[in-house]
């Protein structure tokens, strides 16, 4: 068998397609003469009615030569076999029929009667005879192409019509072997369906060890996308590939989810007017100057760098330790039409590194720096805390050192609500950074020091959103770290309008103060109706306890270290007008200077030293303003 085999592989490679359609003409020229004669054995009821088939002699060959001519008049012989096994039948029927005409007005000639049921039995015995010979030929020379290959045996997830088209269709291929169907209706399993059994998925293991199933193709595209993941996942746990037949909608390009998703902007869901609109730019301050903004690839630093180059600043110093995130940014600015009034300068560096602060903010004359720069992830700043302490605290006092030696007009921190009562590292830090700027404040007051304070950036890296949507993307969970867990919000346009704005603010009874700016965010966000917006937004369902049967479950994973059920904007209760109503400006009571740098002196020691812990406990205890901390961390600075 396989030195058959083998001699009908080679055969197969050897034809052209000429060849080809000639063997299939050939074929049909042969089946008329043949159909013909099976028809004269039923129509006289005789295996061999010689009589009768000496008087019709002739009627075989003008049937050949008929035949052959209608087969290249309907272009048979271009049509490919696979294609028999699915809709190819169609093409032959009018041959059958062409060809049963031409044989009735054969026999209608003198001396070549044959009765009509006879004709009509000829008719159906070639249409019968062309599609077996074809089917057959078919099934010969795919076991010639599987000649030395390696079957891969494939299940089909779905027995409805698209389950059964793909399975029409993946019987002619070369490699493929479907072995059955799963559907999760219980009333199609042990049925069969295209001469394949239908199975429980529930025995998929069962099936997948006993059947050495490789493969299973989902063919299920009425199902919502969630939940074909979570099949797809469940499968690839056992080891299988698992591939999706697409719906029409994915075809057509209109049907995928991450765009459904991104459709939705990010302020649809503040549940708040958004103020971006409202606000003023300040740009009165920044026209004509030289601004350095650090961090100015992340987040809320691109969006700065964006509209700053609406206000004409004379330069703008884009400062970042990311060698990517600077060619992003700087390659976006230089794209924006109204930046050609103003000096485009990326300057690559740290703001721990005070020779590159400070050659950047003397070489480049820069009066206005907006710091932006920081480590702003929970999760990986609690894991890392003395680089998040070095780069959010140190990395603020080397720029604003480098800021007042310079004789630097105004300087202002972005900050974040996190730093209120910080439970965690990077709050504390941040609220450490704010100490910092304070001090500078009350020392310095040649430059004009402001904070601002942000709640939670809507589609900034890490923020809820983009998490959330990647999750849903995948077909869930989403994870929630808490129920009742709520954040205040705003929009990346927001964040850098308050921040420009803020920066135009001056108060000449406050020089020797570093004014702390909030925004009026109204009532924080519950994250749980969040997650649920999103996922109904995206033309999902919530799947829950009420509705098990739905798309998408919200997963609650417990609060992650150092994390807040509930942000706080304001430290004291303090709040006094700006010249905008929605911004505030919060009344807060800050350290001693002696104190801040006595901290500082204590922190750096411990961070030479690698002791996280100790530098942890440093910083939250400063940030909470622990009564007895300052003291004795003057008792430590003078004892080393």
Same mark, same amino acid.
């Given at each position: 068998?396989?030195? #058959? ?122 249409? @019968? ?145 958004? @103020? ?25 630093? &691109? ?5 700053? $180059? ?17 060619? %992003? ?9 109204? %930046? ?46 003395? &680089? ?92 929630? %770290? ?21 920066? &135009? ?13 909030? @925004? ?38 417990? @609060? ?13 209760? !303090? ?23 006595? $901290?500082?002196?204590?922190? !750096? ?26 003291? #004795? ?8």
């Amino acid at each position: 068998m396989n030195a #058959l085999r083998k001699t009908l592989f080679r055969v197969s490679q050897s034809l052209t397609r000429q060849h080809k359609q000639l063997a299939i003409w050939l074929l049909d020229v042969s089946l008329a003469p043949a159909s013909f004669l099976l028809a004269c054995m039923f129509t006289y009821n005789s295996p061999w009615p010689s009589e009768q088939l000496s008087r019709l002699g002739i009627v075989f060959a003008m049937l050949a030569v008929f035949g052959g001519f209608a087969s290249v008049a309907l272009g048979l012989m271009r049509i490919k076999l696979k294609s028999y096994q699915t809709f190819g039948t169609a093409g032959l029927f009018p041959y059958a029929a062409l060809v049963g005409a031409g044989a009735f007005f054969f026999t209608t000639l003198p001396g070549l009667h044959f009765p009509v049921v006879g004709t009509l039995a000829f008719t159906m015995i070639l249409f @019968l005879a062309s599609i077996g010979a074809r089917v057959l030929l078919l099934q010969i020379y795919l076991a010639a192409l599987r000649y030395n290959k390696v079957p891969v045996r494939v299940l089909i997830y779905g027995a409805g019509t698209t389950g059964l088209r793909l399975a029409s269709a993946l019987k002619a291929h070369e490699t493929i072997r479907v072995v059955a169907f799963l559907d999760d209706d219980p009333h199609l399993h042990s049925q069969r369906m295209a001469g394949l059994r239908i199975l429980s998925p529930d025995r998929i293991e069962d099936i997948v060890r006993n059947h050495e199933i490789s493969r299973v193709i989902l063919a299920i595209p009425s199902v919502s996308a969630p939940r074909q993941m979570r099949i797809g996942r469940q499968l690839q746990s056992l080891g299988l590939e698992v591939q999706v037949v697409p719906s029409f909608e994915q075809l057509a390009g209109t049907g995928t989810m991450a765009d459904v998703l991104q459709s939705v902007p990010a302020g649809h869901f503040l549940n708040r007017d958004r @103020l971006d609109v409202s606000l003023p730019d300040g740009s009165e301050t920044y026209q004509g100057r030289s601004v350095m903004v650090s961090g100015a690839g992340g987040s809320v630093g &691109s969006e700065l760098c964006r509209q700053l $180059v609406a206000c004409a600043p004379r330069r703008l110093v884009l400062f970042e330790i990311s060698e990517i995130a600077l060619y %992003t940014i700087e390659r976006e600015l230089r794209a924006m039409p109204c %930046t050609r009034l103003t000096e485009m300068v990326p300057v690559l560096g740290s703001v721990t590194d005070a020779r590159s602060v400070r050659q950047a903010i003397l070489e480049h004359e820069v009066e206005v720096v907006l710091h932006a720069a920081a480590y702003k992830h929970v999760p990986l700043v609690e894991g890392n805390p003395i &680089s998040g302490l070095t780069n959010n605290v140190f990395g603020t006092r080397t720029l604003a050192d480098a800021c007042v030696e310079a004789g630097v007009k105004r300087f202002l921190l972005v900050s974040t609500d996190k730093a209120v009562r910080p439970t965690n590292v990077m709050g504390a830090s941040k609220r450490m950074a704010e100490l910092v700027i304070q001090d500078m404040a009350h020392r310095h007051t040649g430059t004009q020091f402001s904070i601002v304070r942000f709640g939670n950036v809507l589609g900034s890296s890490g923020s809820v959103i983009p998490l959330f949507r990647e999750q849903i993307a995948r077909g869930g969970p989403v994870t929630l %770290t808490h129920e009742d867990v709520t954040r205040y919000f705003m929009t990346l346009s927001e964040a850098a309008r308050l921040v420009l704005l803020a920066g &135009s603010f001056s108060d000449a009874s406050s020089i020797d103060r570093a004014n702390v700016f909030v @925004l009026d965010m109204g009532r924080p966000v519950r994250i749980r109706d969040l997650a649920q917006q999103l996922i109904e937004a995206a033309g999902y369902t919530l799947r829950d306890r009420n509705n098990p049967g739905g798309d998408i479950e919200i997963k609650v994973i417990g @609060l992650r270290p150092g994390e807040k059920l509930h942000e706080e904007l304001l430290i004291g209760d !303090g709040l006094l007008k700006t010249p905008h109503p929605r911004i505030l400006r919060a009344s807060e009571e800050d350290t001693g200077g002696c104190e801040i740098a006595v $901290v500082l002196q204590h922190l !750096g020691r411990i961070a030479a030293t690698g002791d996280a812990e100790a530098a942890r406990r440093l910083a939250l205890d400063v940030a909470l303003g622990v009564p007895d901390v300052l003291p #004795l961390a003057a008792i430590a600075v003078r004892s080393s």
